[in-house]
């Protein structure tokens, strides 16, 4: 009976990780949907300001840190390479509440390349396939740093597009790892 509560308890904990990485792509959709949301209502109701949007991108990425800081702890064996993930979300969430007016753009762009950075070098180190979601992290950042645009309404649906696009790929991700793990 000891052998069989053993394997159950281990895999329990083998599939921990995946489960985080779904939570973390549920937030990262439910945050794109949420911005896309607020942006769109922004042209019909006019209480819905920057400061909302930028609550909400704060939220995100405060939630984010929270939900990487969990599975960086339930992976033992990797927790060095996923813990700067969740220092980088919770530095950028507390950093965008006290930057100066126009700047969180910068803030949120600066997480998102260090997070593509950071995902980059988890997905060929331990072969997770996410190197789908550090492109597109990458590419928001390059785009909200280098953009011509200066429209804040359209680099927010960039950001929108942004959660929902990476939320589908990270959730995708949290899947399929769920599968190969519950084979073991």
Same mark, same amino acid.
């Given at each position: 009976m000891k052998t069989l509560a053993a394997t159950t308890t281990a895999a329990g904990t083998a599939l921990r990780p995946a489960r985080m990485l779904a939570l973390r792509g549920a937030l990262l959709l439910a945050f794109g949907l949420v911005e896309g949301a607020l942006i769109l209502a922004a042209f019909r109701l006019p209480h819905v300001t920057v400061s909302v949007l930028v609550l909400?991108?704060?939220?995100?990425?405060?939630?984010?840190?929270?939900?990487?800081?969990?599975?960086?702890?339930?992976?033992?064996?990797?927790?060095?390479?996923?813990?700067?993930?969740?220092?980088?979300?919770?530095?950028?969430?507390?950093?965008?509440?006290?930057?100066?007016? *126009?700047?969180?753009?910068?803030?949120?762009?600066?997480?998102?390349?260090?997070?593509?950075?950071?995902?980059?070098?988890?997905?060929?180190?331990? *072969?997770? *396939?996410?190197?789908?979601?550090?492109?597109?992290?990458?590419?928001? *950042?390059?785009?909200?740093?280098?953009?011509?645009?200066?429209d804040s309404a359209l680099l927010l649906l960039a950001v929108a597009a942004y959660g929902v696009a990476g939320g589908i790929v990270r959730l995708r991700a949290g899947r399929s790892a769920f599968r190969q793990r519950a084979r073991f």
């Open positions: 909400v991108m704060s939220g995100f990425l405060v939630l984010d840190a929270i939900a990487a800081a969990l599975q960086a702890s339930h992976a033992r064996e990797l927790w060095l390479e996923r813990a700067p993930q969740a220092l980088a979300s919770l530095a950028a969430g507390l950093l965008m509440l006290v930057v100066p007016h *126009g700047r969180w753009l910068a803030v949120f762009a600066g997480w998102a390349l260090v997070s593509g950075v950071l995902d980059a070098i988890e997905s060929l180190s331990s *072969g997770s *396939g996410r190197l789908l979601l550090s492109g597109l992290s990458l590419a928001l *950042g390059l785009l909200l740093l280098l953009s011509p645009i200066r």
